[in-house]
T-cell receptor
Framework: EVQLVQSGAEVKKPGESLRISCKGS????????IGWVRQTPGKGLEWMGI????????RYSPSFQGQVTMSADKSTSTAYLQWNILKASDTAKYYC????????????????WGQGTTITVSS | DIQMTQSPSSLSASVGDTVTITCRAS??????LSWYQQKPGKAPRLLIY???TLQSGVPSTFTGSGSGTDFSLTISNLQPEDFATYFC????????FGQGTKVEIK
């Protein structure tokens, strides 16, 4: 079974750092793009960016460029999303999702989703 | 950014009905349009990609159409499990989503 399993919910304070994870299984992890999506009640679904695990190519949405860092570890089939300085406005549910193969990227949507990681940032 | 506008934002329907949700892009996106279904507390599920291609495992009661700027998702013979929120997403450039359409039971 193809699946993405994300790390658990986090409660953090403003200014703290955080890295969440997304572990793929049941398919060739390195040859499919992994995207990250933020969901909030106010702004709905927002595309954050995408990473190609084989060579760690990244493409960030302009809104999230410089705000987060995406990375991947081929040896453990795990993608990561990292914040160096959390803000209250980062409070949201974050999903990883599988895109297409190298040349397809996100053009045909994302077909497998993680269960989501809820992040709460509050003093 | 390309803006995606869905309508209606919500609708009420009965089991067995046929409903149509529309999605308009702020500029032409060819057929780079996907539709997703999301139920409360769950991740979205890909239903249709490339505007009209049914994702594997999705019932044929879901139909997508359109190209350019105007797209639609039609759900025929609504079943209890179809009551959910539906989102469109363009992938012509850095992806953006519509605001969602909640399909509720009448």
């Amino acid at each position: 079974e193809v699946q993405l399993v994300q790390s658990g919910a986090e409660v953090k304070k403003p200014g703290e750092s955080l890295r969440i994870s997304c572990k793929g299984s049941g398919y060739s992890f390195t040859t499919y793009w992994i995207g990250w999506v933020r969901q909030t009640p106010g702004k709905g679904l927002e595309w954050m960016g995408i990473i190609y695990p084989d060579d760690s190519q990244t493409r960030y949405s302009p809104s999230f460029q410089g705000q987060v860092t995406m990375s991947a570890d081929k040896s453990t089939s795990t993608a990561y999303l990292q914040w160096n300085i959390l803000k209250a406005s980062d409070t949201a549910k974050y999903y990883c999702a599988r895109g297409g193969t190298q040349l397809i990227g996100y053009y045909y949507g994302v077909d497998v989703w993680g269960q989501g990681t809820t992040i709460t940032v509050s003093s | 950014d390309i803006q995606m506008t869905q309508s209606p934002s919500s609708l009420s329907a009965s089991v067995g009905d046929t409903v149509t949700i529309t999605c308009r892009a702020s500029q032409r996106i060819s057929s780079y349009l996907s539709w997703y279904q999301q139920k409360p507390g769950k991740a979205p599920r890909l239903l249709i990609y490339a505007a009209s291609t049914l994702q594997s495992g999705v019932p044929s009661t879901f139909t997508g159409s359109g190209s350019g700027t105007d797209f639609s998702l039609t759900i025929s013979n609504l079943q209890p499990e179809d009551f959910a929120t539906y989102f469109c997403q363009q992938s012509y450039s850095s992806p953006t989503f519509g605001q969602g359409t909640k399909v509720e039971i009448k």
